[in-house]
T-cell receptor, first 112, second 115 residues
Framework: DTAVSQTPKYLVTQMGNDKSIKCEQN?????MYWYKQDSKKFLKIMFS???????INETVPNRFSPKSPDKAHLNLHINSLELGDSAVYFC???????????FGPGTRLTVL | AQTVTQSQPEMSVQEAETVTLSCTYD???????LFWYKQPPSRQMILVIR??????QNATENRFSVNFQKAAKSFSLKISDSQLGDTAMYFC????????????FGGGTRLMVKP
């Protein structure tokens, strides 16, 4: 069984569209994250949620909005997509403040 | 803010040999965790090894071990008996405690294991 899953794995869309990426973890973790990996492979935190509450928002444009319906899910909504949003987006989860983060398989977003 | 630097963009090693990947970081914190993650061509981020800063003993995990030098802020990864499956991007990461657990990543080192 997949511990941290993301859907879809690939997403190709036009500029200006709105899209969502879903993340689910079945590890019983209480903290979830979104990271962005750019074309140069650089990884950067976007958001961190603990028990459905936002605890980190790292200078991400307002067009990006995370939503956590419950502790096992953290979805990422992106409005008015831009070319620069093309990247691989990783969801991750951890059990507590001092625990290792486990990553999902990533979603490659391509904006045309 | 913390920064993590991996000074070797690419490295190669012959199968069965040993290779060491470098990582340095900059922080004013005393308590933190350090990680090495592996990203093979499949794109999956896989935890390789973890080190708590308060532990003096270097972490080991089978063929993987670290050389943690806290005063020098250095955290290198040694891979022994390299295997073809070790071919991947390797990322060093820093986690400040009690700060939302965010990971700060280095730029990565692309490792190729040659047969």
């Amino acid at each position: 069984d997949t511990a941290v899953s993301q859907t879809p794995k690939y997403l190709v869309t036009q500029m200006g569209n709105d899209k969502s990426i879903k993340c689910e973890q079945n590890l019983g973790h209480d903290t979830m994250y979104w990271y962005k990996q750019d074309s140069k492979k650089f990884l950067k935190i976007m958001f961190s949620y603990n028990n459905k509450e936002l605890i980190i928002n790292e200078t991400v444009p307002n067009r990006f909005s995370p939503k956590s319906p419950d502790k096992a899910h953290l979805n990422l909504h992106i409005n008015s997509l831009e070319l620069g949003d093309s990247a691989v987006y990783f969801c991750a989860s951890s059990h507590s403040a001092r625990d290792t983060q486990y990553f999902g398989p990533g979603t490659r977003l391509t904006v045309l | 803010a913390q920064t993590v630097t991996q000074s070797q963009p690419e490295m190669s090693v012959q199968e069965a040999e040993t290779v060491t990947l470098s990582c340095t970081y900059d922080t004013s914190e005393n308590n933190y965790y350090l990680f090495w993650y592996k990203q093979p061509p499949s794109r999956q981020m896989i935890l390789v090894i973890r080190q708590e800063a308060y532990k003096q003993q270097n972490a080991t995990e089978n063929r993987f071990s670290v050389n943690f030098q806290k005063a020098a802020k250095s955290f290198s990864l040694k891979i022994s008996d390299s295997q073809l499956g070790d071919t991947a991007m390797y990322f060093c990461a820093f986690m400040k405690l009690n700060a939302g657990n965010m990971l700060t990543f280095g730029g990565g080192t692309r490792l190729m294991v040659k047969p």
